[in-house]
């Protein structure tokens, strides 16, 4: 019975992830700490494996359809390598709620902005 | 500017609160790049970060392996149903859906941020 859960709570994400291109980590986090009880540090760490197959999958269709820019790829992939160690460095320095509430701000201002262009 | 735009959303992953979410509609409004290669962009960066984090979260013993392997098989199968249905739609329609699943990110990342308070 349980095993139908996890089942359902992946086809749910792996359509969020395939629309969006984003959102599967967040959703598998939520699934796994909420449905399946497991800590903090090890949802995370589990969602990681969830959504890895979920974007490869997703590649291969956003790629065969011609939408890759590798240019465009491999800097935002550069910036982004560096600024993960920069990230997990500051989390110890960091109001994480603050933080949290920055970014959730700034999430809905670029919404509106996309929505409304 | 790419580089910069990636830099600070691997900040932001660094911390664990989701930096494709911004990566995405940062793409669009300081690249120019079209939403669904926003998107591809956000699926090819992901890769080297989590391969990377896979490997030292599998030392450390923190993956629940039996969970995580069944969800992302059935995982397979909405992807495949998703990407194919996202490359099918119009770029402006895309866009619009995506601003209205980045608004309930937002106000999920807020509410959450309140509930940790508590």
Do not use: W
């Not at chain 1, 969020?16 to 986090?29: I, P, Q």
């Not at chain 1, 990230?87 to 409304?116: E, P, S």
């Not at chain 2, 790049?33 to 490997?55: D, E, R």
């Amino acid at each position: 019975m349980k095993y139908i859960k996890y089942a359902l709570c992946g086809i749910a994400i792996g359509l969020v992830n395939g629309v969006f291109a984003s959102g599967g980590g967040v959703l598998a986090v939520l699934f796994l700490e909420k449905l399946c009880k497991l800590e903090k540090k090890k949802a995370h760490a589990s969602a990681i494996l969830v959504i890895l197959p979920i974007s490869i999958m997703s590649i291969f269709f956003y790629t065969k359809s011609g939408h890759a820019d590798f240019s465009l790829v491999i800097k935002a992939s550069l910036g982004g390598i560096l600024g993960g160690f920069a990230g997990a460095k500051l989390l110890d320095r960091l109001d994480i709620k603050i933080t949290k509430r920055i970014f959730g701000i700034i999430l809905i201002f670029a919404a509106v902005r996309l929505f409304f262009r | 500017m790419n580089v910069l735009i990636g830099f600070v959303s691997g900040v932001i992953s660094g911390m664990g609160i989701g930096g494709g979410s911004i990566l995405i509609p940062a793409l669009v409004f300081f690249s120019h790049a079209s939403q669904h290669q926003a998107q591809a962009v956000n699926l090819y960066y992901f890769i080297p970060t989590a391969v990377v984090s896979l490997i030292i979260h599998f030392k450390n013993r923190q993956i629940c392996a039996k969970v995580s392997v069944v969800m992302a098989l059935f995982g397979l199968i909405g992807a495949y149903f998703g990407s194919s249905l996202a490359v099918k739609l119009s770029d402006s329609f895309l866009a619009k859906i995506f601003a209205v699943f980045l608004f309930i990110v937002g106000i999920m990342e807020i509410i959450n941020a309140k509930k940790n308070e508590g």
